[in-house]
C-alpha cells in the first residue's frame, strides 16, 4: 500500500461548481499536510498547508484535516476555468527528514 | 520573477548520452532537491542537498548525479541515459526551517530518442 493515495482523475466539472479533492494516508506520523496546484507543463505550486486537524480557508480554497481517518481534502469553491489544473496533495512527519510523500495528482477541467 | 529557474526546459537526448540538467535559484534556500516526474505519477525524490552536504535517495539509480557548487546552483547529470529516464524533472528549493514548503522550477522535460 502507497503511503498517500489519490484518485487520479480526470475530474471534470462546470465552472462556478464546488470542488472536492481528497488523499487518504496510512502513516499516522504525517502531521504536515500540503495541496499543490500543477499546471501542464509547469512546476508544482503551493497553494497552501496546515498542521493541524479542521479546516483552513485561503479565498475560495480550503483544506481540511481529519487525522482520525488519514484522509485530506481541497475544496475549491466557485470553481473557474484557470483552476483547471492537477492537484498534488503531500504530506511529511513534522520535524523530521526532507523528504515530502506526494499523491499521483487529480486532474482537474473546469468547462465553462 | 521566477526564483527557481531550470534550464533548459525542453532537453532532448539520445540513449546512452550523458546529459546535464541545471537549476538556479534566487532565495538564497539552503535545501535543494531534485524530483522526477513521470507522466500522471507523483515526484519521486531522487537527491537533496542541505548546504553542501548530499542526501542521495536509496533507490535513486547510480546512473544519476548530481553537484551544488554553491548556493544558487544545481545540476542533475544523467550519465548514460535510458528510455526509461524520459520524464519531467523538477528542481525545489526550500528554506532551513524543516517545515517550510517547497518552491518549485517549471521543470526540465527531458526526451530520450
Known amino acids: 500500500q502507497k503511503e498517500v493515495e489519490q484518485d487520479p482523475g480526470p475530474l471534470s466539472v462546470p465552472e462556478g461548481a464546488i470542488v472536492s479533492l481528497n488523499c487518504t494516508y496510512s502513516?499516522?506520523?504525517?502531521?504536515?499536510f500540503m495541496w499543490y496546484r500543477q499546471y501542464s507543463r509547469k512546476g508544482p505550486e503551493l497553494l497552501m498547508y496546515t498542521y493541524s486537524s479542521g479546516n483552513k480557508e485561503d479565498g475560495r480554497f480550503t483544506a481540511q484535516v481529519d487525522k482520525s481517518s488519514k484522509y485530506i481534502s481541497l475544496f475549491i469553491r466557485d470553481s473557474q476555468p484557470s483552476d483547471s489544473a492537477t492537484y498534488l496533495c503531500a504530506m511529511r512527519v513534522l520535524d523530521s527528514g526532507y523528504a515530502l510523500n506526494f499523491g499521483k495528482g487529480t486532474s482537474l477541467l473546469v468547462t465553462p | 520573477d521566477a526564483m527557481v529557474i531550470q534550464n533548459p526546459r525542453y532537453q532532448v537526448t539520445q540513449f546512452g548520452k550523458p546529459v546535464t540538467l541545471s537549476c538556479s535559484q534566487t532565495?538564497?534556500?539552503?535545501?535543494m532537491y531534485w524530483y522526477q516526474q513521470k507522466s500522471s505519477q507523483a515526484p519521486k525524490l531522487l537527491f537533496h542537498?542541505?548546504?553542501?552536504?548530499?542526501?542521495n535517495e536509496a533507490d535513486t539509480p547510480d546512473n544519476f548525479q548530481s553537484r551544488r557548487p554553491n548556493t544558487s546552483f544545481c545540476f542533475l547529470d544523467i550519465r548514460s541515459p535510458g528510455l526509461g529516464d524520459a520524464a519531467m524533472y523538477l528542481c525545489a528549493t526550500r528554506t532551513d526551517g524543516a517545515n517550510s514548503p517547497l518552491h518549485f522550477g517549471n521543470g526540465t522535460r527531458l526526451t530520450v530518442t
Open positions: 532565495l538564497n534556500h539552503n535545501v
Open positions: 542537498y542541505y548546504d553542501k552536504d548530499f542526501n
Open positions: 502513516n499516522s506520523a504525517f502531521q504536515y
